[in-house]
């Protein structure tokens, strides 16, 4: 028979799948994965009841409800003082995941580079070479996760049409700067690219502002912005989310949102609309929830021997395993660590390693993040266990 899709039949099981599996096979407390163990807001879920017997179930228009996009133009301007147009400059797609791949579509044709900035949500690079693309890797540095500017600076070149900014930034936690950003818009302008901003936790930071890309001079017709309702309102199951950009760009993105989706339900469309309304002390109780969770664990983990790296937003936490000991058995790295705790600790956790590319040549291999968007008590056994196992040697 003739061969399927490389770029796909090529790509492993997701180390997502292989350690929920390993968690659920050993009763094992799942930090692992990104989804929060407590639902969101019930007054939204109970909106988005009521919107399936309103009868209005057919086909969504196909850049979103007028009421949801107008929400997103207003939450542009609450949030970070951008003037939009709801009608031209916003789409709705099917989750993120999907306003990523309909962003790399509208821009990206073969041979185009795209720079990543690793370690990278593992989203990015299949979509991109199944676009016939290719991505130039860019590593910033551990423990503080600073940005390597001459490094980034020569993946810049004729052929680069876009950057991919992921911040507030899986795994890492790290909030870009001011003068990161700025450092990162001057590439933009001077090689006549284009960013795509995946800012999916922009309401999830600690003590350290989110800037958008879109927001610096010279980059609002540059800027593809990515918003969740997944993450900003712990639905993640719902997979809404939000395209911000200039009318010519939007316009491309929603062809190509045609072809992938063509609509998101509406039900649920009408339910994060009301979201986006919720007064600023909703968001603002979220991020200091979120805080005073990664304050537990990784006081917890400190407390056990394990080097615990800044965070300053999203749900993940790293922290460095090499100065743990006996624990850490000679030549073992991340992985093989990892899928040890889950069977004897009791523990999943996500190595970070599996955030990087080979082609970008080795990566960390010391390094582990924890989800700390648990409850908890949940975090607190989590540590509990861990300590247990550690203290056996």
């Given at each position: 028979m003739k061969t399927l899709n490389p770029q796909l039949s090529s790509l492993p099981t997701t180390i997502f799948t292989v350690m929920s599996a390993l968690a659920s096979e050993h009763e094992a407390i799942n930090l692992g994965q990104g989804f929060p163990d407590t639902e969101g807001p019930r007054h939204l879920a109970e909106v988005a009841a009521a919107s399936l017997?309103?009868?209005?179930?057919?086909?969504?228009p196909l850049t979103g409800l007028p009421e949801l996009r107008e929400a997103v133009a207003r939450s542009n301007s609450r949030f970070h003082c951008l003037t939009i147009d709801p009608v031209r400059e916003v789409v709705v797609t099917s989750g993120a995941t999907e306003a990523l791949a309909a962003c790399f579509a509208a821009l990206?044709?073969?041979?185009?580079e795209v720079v990543i900035i690793e370690p990278a949500y593992d989203t990015y690079l299949p979509i991109i070479r199944l676009l016939g693309a290719v991505p130039r890797l860019v590593r910033l540095t551990p423990p503080e996760w600073s940005l390597p500017r001459e490094e980034l600076a020569a993946a810049f070149g004729p052929k680069t049409k876009a950057i991919v900014l992921n911040s507030p930034m899986n795994p890492t936690g790290k909030v870009f700067t001011r003068e990161e950003l700025?450092?990162?818009?001057?590439?933009?302008?001077?090689?006549?690219t284009y960013a795509i901003c995946d800012e999916v936790y922009e309401h999830l930071t600690f003590g350290?502002?989110?800037i958008p890309l879109m927001t610096l001079p010279n980059m609002r017709d540059r800027c593809f912005r990515i918003g969740s309702a997944g993450k900003s309102f712990s639905?993640?199951?719902?997979?809404?989310?939000?395209?911000?950009?200039?009318?010519?760009l939007a316009s491309i993105v929603a062809k190509a949102h045609q072809n992938l989706t063509f609509a998101t339900p509406p039900n649920l469309q009408r339910a994060v609309a009301a979201g986006l309304e919720q007064d600023t002390s909703y968001f603002t109780t979220l991020a200091e929830?979120?805080?005073?969770?990664r304050d537990i664990l990784a006081s917890g983990l400190r407390e056990i021997g394990f080097d615990v790296l800044?965070?300053?937003g999203t749900y993940f936490l790293t922290a460095d395993i090499s100065r743990l000991g006996s624990i850490v058995q000679s030549g073992e790295d991340d992985i093989a660590w990892c899928k040890r705790m889950t069977q004897e600790a009791g523990v999943a956790l996500i190595p970070v390693s599996a955030f990087y590319d080979a082609a970008g040549g080795p990566p960390p291999r010391n390094l582990v993040r924890f989800a700390f968007c648990k409850k908890p008590d949940i975090l607190e056994q989590a540590v509990t266990r861990l300590s247990d196992r550690i203290a056996r040697g």
């Open positions: 017997l309103d009868g209005r179930n057919q086909y969504a990206l044709q073969p041979g185009d700025d450092f990162i818009a001057g590439l933009v302008a001077q090689h006549d350290a502002p989110h639905m993640t199951g719902w997979k809404v989310g939000y395209i911000t950009a200039s009318a010519p929830d979120m805080r005073l969770r800044p965070c300053n």
